[in-house]
């Protein structure tokens, strides 16, 4: 990313699937853009895209491409609109956007570019944006980049590895299938882990604190069976506003008929605030299961608290 981002042009159309004509200025509220088409109580209120991705369609199109003919309302440079992520924010001046959707189905003979050319670079390198601070926007206006990492916590809980005589595994698998699954995806990741003993207090209080810094997820391992010791799943209900019984109840059903021990694992999935928490066992084979079950629904449940529609 570029230290210095700027606006280059800011566009209106009052009709959709048409270009935008650069203005002088335009005001944001709550809906978007005032007089744009796409203004409006939905996610996708404000839509960018990069110069530089102008200037390459043009350049392999053999074809003049000006600000807005790709139906941008912001056309900026300076930015990889291509290396965002949703969730990340941008700040111009007063107005604060942040990003709820990457690219978006051409309007195809629609859009008068797409019948020309045969594709267009709205698809893949445009973004869209909701307004969460309102003012105004001018060419020249300098833009803030702000990354919003995914914040993701490990605990482990055990007796053993707490007290150091035994390596923990299961927490390093965790991570290890949390990095194959983002390393990929357009999205910043920080993990963090820890080890707990079977404490109910100590994991109570962690999850409190997770909960209340608004992580993104949590995963502990650890706790789950039949045992005198095992206070995982219950110390994570007292946390949760919801629980979700599916994810966990399809893994038992997955992996039970195969092998019924797996059916005593009383693992949880749930939310706590803006936070997803799961409990899952403590060896690294039946992690390695869970984990598979999980990564399926993780992103799309992170949109779903943050009221980002991405269907």
Request: hydrophobic letters at 35%.
């Amino acid at each position: 990313m570029s230290n210095s981002i700027e606006i280059v042009s800011v566009n209106i159309s009052t009709e959709k699937g048409t270009p935008k004509r650069p203005v002088e200025e335009v005001i944001v509220d709550d809906n978007g853009i005032a007089n744009d088409a796409h203004a409006g109580p939905w996610h996708r209120q404000v839509s960018m895209l990069a110069q530089e991705s102008i200037e390459r369609f043009a350049a392999e199109a053999d074809r003049s491409i000006t600000p807005g003919d790709f139906a941008e309302n912001l056309t900026t440079r300076g930015i990889d609109l291509s290396g965002v992520a949703i969730l990340d924010r941008f700040q111009i001046g007063d107005v604060a956007l942040e990003i709820t959707q990457i690219g978006k189905e051409c309007h195809g003979d629609g859009c008068a570019i797409f019948r020309e050319v045969g594709r267009c670079v709205m698809p893949k390198e445009g973004i869209f944006c909701r307004v969460l601070h309102g003012g105004k926007i001018r060419p020249g206006d300098a833009v803030e980049y702000i990354p919003r990492p995914l914040k993701i916590r490990i605990i482990t809980m055990s007796d053993r590895a707490a007290s150091g005589k035994y390596q923990d595994k299961s927490g390093p698998r965790i991570r290890e299938m949390l990095e194959e699954f983002f390393a990929d995806k357009r999205r910043h990741v920080e993990i963090e882990a820890m080890i707990l003993p079977d404490d109910a207090d100590k994991l109570r209080t962690e999850l409190t604190a997770a909960r209340d810094a608004c992580v993104d997820v949590v995963f502990t391992t650890g706790g789950t069976g039949a045992g005198p010791r095992d206070i995982t799943p219950e110390t994570a209900s007292e946390i949760c506003d919801k629980i979700i019984p599916g994810i966990m109840e399809n893994i038992r059903i997955k992996y039970g008929s195969q092998k019924p021990n797996a059916l005593l694992s009383r693992g949880i999935a749930g939310i706590a605030g803006q936070t997803q928490v799961y409990t899952l066992p403590g060896s690294s084979r039946a992690v390695s299961e869970y984990m598979t079950e999980i990564l399926k629904t993780l992103e799309h449940i992170i949109f779903m608290i943050h009221g980002v529609d991405v269907h």
